[in-house]
């Protein structure tokens, strides 16, 4: 199954001008885009020659956030477009670019802002959504105190939304369906902060400088907020900092962790009905945070959350604090929702959850994670499972016996190691020693189909001598990652390793994660240089500007930037024949097209 069959892609100006509308039926571009207007800038503004940011995965508890760096699989050449348009400010002009189902049922987005107000959601259970708001900050902060007026109301008396998230998939993902829960009672999701009547903060609070990015955020709406505006801080860093968000940032009415954004729409009316504060902040709540209707934003990968919370109680680590305990979701859920993305035309579906090998069907069936993946490749219409993040101690054979025989499932294990030393791993309580996970690594490079491997890696954890430091050197070479996402250790609130001694200074963390990313840099090099010559089947996600370029993702996750002399469709599966490599990405030409 291929493309989805009828979209059409429109690219206006800010001012409301089609540049381009991009009609297409099945695998065919039925309209061009005119030559001197192909491929407008996209997210990242990158113009030609200039490096754009990375369509790279973000990652929670165990992975990369703020002042982390990204490097393997996951990383996007500067020709990759991003998906989410989130930052018109840098191209000197806006750009709306959606994506609409022709169908009707959808319309992915890659959106930013023109007018204030997305259009109406067409779809049921899973809808797609249209446009993007993450990091979107189209008109902050500059009218004072201006009452709310016509355009944050709907016709009904309804409010406007303005949702933006900070962090990693799995925000990502509640923040679709907190877009879905708040769009099911009548709001409507809008693209400036001055067009909303609530205004959303998705957050993280894994690295201290996530936390900062938000308070500093907050803080322009010192002098800005309209009179009757609400803004609410939902997320990570409301589950941490509760209702001293309050104290920081009084012009806060809401404050509401992930385990409660059932009740927002509850929580918002008792603002509107007079009171000044609500929050929730419940984590002992066995709900999973289903919804009836998820607004989708990435066109090609539909996210399904299949475990919310965290029972590893790693010593750094403000998840288990900020999420709660493990709950999973039932596998029958699951695959009646699996069934609808395919029904709507989704190929590739990716489960989630902080450890998502953890899962454990609180269902009938009690499908372990390993016949979930097998349950879920089978479901017609999916020709791609992923999953992610993976924790080393539940990380059995059965996964990699999964893999091996049934295809659909992809190809690439992302497990997260954090240290090669096994001090360090005793001290950062991760339940596994060096050893152990060297094992693990040794079942998945025994399995017939290659496995890509990815990582997460602390640096600098309190306590970290240069010999530990070493030892996660070698671990580098024994486990020849594909990709790592490294960073410095960063002390969090309510976590153990606050009160550990022997801090390593911020120079020598610096320089031990200069020299890792220099390593890894290396080693994936060498590894895809390997491929140099192989053919994979491609998901086409992106255009580039110039003529005759895609790119796109292989199954194992690595990025492919390549050369067509048909006309691709976004969203449709080739095959492609390496013709170079980088560290952090393969170049290619479609084959048999
Ligand atoms: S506590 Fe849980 S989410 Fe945090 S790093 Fe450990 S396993 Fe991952």
């Known amino acids: 199954m291929g493309t989805p069959s009828g979209w059409r892609l429109i690219v206006l100006r800010a001012k409301g001008e089609r540049i381009a509308d991009i009609e297409y039926q099945g695998a065919k571009r039925m309209s061009a885009v005119p030559q001197d207007r192909r491929s407008p800038p996209f997210a990242n503004g990158a113009k030609d020659g200039a490096p754009s940011s990375s369509f790279g995965e973000r990652r929670w508890g165990e992975g990369k956030s703020d002042g982390a760096s990204l490097?393997?699989?996951?990383?996007?050449?500067?020709?990759?477009?991003?998906?989410?348009?989130?930052?018109?400010?840098?191209?000197?002009?806006?750009?709306?670019?959606s994506l609409e189902r022709l169908t009707g049922i959808g319309v992915p987005a890659v959106g930013g802002a023109v007018d204030g107000e997305r259009p109406p959601l067409k779809g049921g259970v899973n809808a797609p959504g249209v446009g993007a708001s993450s990091g979107n900050r189209a008109g902050m902060g500059r009218s004072v105190a201006a009452p709310l007026h016509g355009q944050t109301q709907d016709a009904g008396g309804?409010?406007?939304?303005?949702?933006?998230?900070?962090?990693c998939q799995m925000n990502e993902h509640d923040s679709e369906k907190v877009a879905g829960v708040l769009l099911a009672r009548g709001y409507k999701q809008v693209e400036s902060v001055e067009a909303a009547s609530v205004i959303l903060y998705n957050t993280c609070s894994i690295r201290e400088k996530a936390a900062q990015k938000v308070f500093s955020r907050l803080g322009e709406y010192r002098f800005s907020q309209k009179q009757g505006q609400i803004i609410g801080v939902l997320g990570c860093l409301a589950q941490q900092e509760g209702e001293d968000i309050f104290a920081r940032a009084p012009w806060v009415s809401l404050v509401?962790?992930?385990a409660s954004y059932r009740k927002l729409p509850q929580l918002i009316a008792e603002l509107e009905a007079g009171n000044r504060r609500v929050t929730g902040l419940e984590t002992d709540t066995n709900e999973t945070f289903e919804t009836e209707m998820t607004r989708r934003d990435n066109p090609w990968r539909a996210y399904l959350t299949i475990i919310e919370g965290c029972d590893k109680a790693c010593s750094y680590c403000v998840v288990p604090f900020t999420r709660g305990p493990e709950r999973s979701r039932a596998s029958s859920s699951i695959l009646e929702e699996v069934r609808q993305l395919a029904d709507m035309g989704y190929t590739e579906v990716q489960l989630l959850g902080q450890t998502v090998n953890s899962y454990a069907d609180p269902g009938a069936r009690k499908m372990r994670f390993s016949e979930l993946l097998v349950a879920v490749a089978a479901v017609p219409g999916i020709r791609r499972v992923r999953f992610a993040t993976s924790h080393p101690r539940?990380?059995?054979?059965?996964?990699?016996?999964?893999?091996?025989?049934?295809?659909?499932?992809?190809?690439?294990?992302?497990?997260p190691v954090q240290s090669g030393s096994t001090t360090m791993l005793r001290a950062m309580a991760r339940t596994y020693t060096r050893e152990d996970y060297l094992e693990k690594i040794a079942l998945l490079r025994a399995a017939k189909r290659e496995i890509s491997l990815t990582t997460d890696i602390i640096v600098g954890f309190p306590?970290?001598?240069?010999?530990?430091?070493?030892?996660t050197l070698g671990l580098l070479d024994a486990a020849q990652f594909d990709g790592a996402f490294s960073f410095k250790y960063s002390p969090r609130p309510n976590t153990p390793s606050l009160r550990m001694k022997d801090a390593v200074p911020e120079e020598e963390k610096s320089r031990r994660l200069a020299i890792l990313l220099e390593k890894q840099r290396e080693i994936q090099r060498a590894r895809n240089e390997r491929l140099v010559g192989e053919t994979f089947e491609v998901l086409v996600e992106g255009e580039s500007r110039r003529e005759q370029q895609w790119s796109g993702r292989t199954s194992s996750n690595r990025v492919v930037n390549f050369t067509s002399r048909e006309e691709e469709s976004l969203g449709d599966y080739v095959q492609v024949k390496v013709t170079a490599a980088t560290p952090n990405s393969l170049v290619g030409e479609a084959v048999g097209g």
């Open 463 to 471: 306590g970290e001598t240069e010999k530990d430091f070493e030892e």
């Open 394 to 415: 539940d990380f059995g054979k059965d996964i990699v016996d999964a893999m091996e025989a049934v295809p659909a499932i992809c190809e690439h294990v992302h497990l």
């Open 71 to 97: 490097t393997g699989p996951g990383q996007a050449s500067r020709r990759t477009p991003k998906r989410r348009v989130v930052d018109c400010e840098g191209m000197g002009n806006g750009f709306d670019i």
């Open 256 to 258: 509401c962790g992930s």
């Open 158 to 167: 309804r409010g406007t939304f303005y949702l933006e998230t900070f962090g």
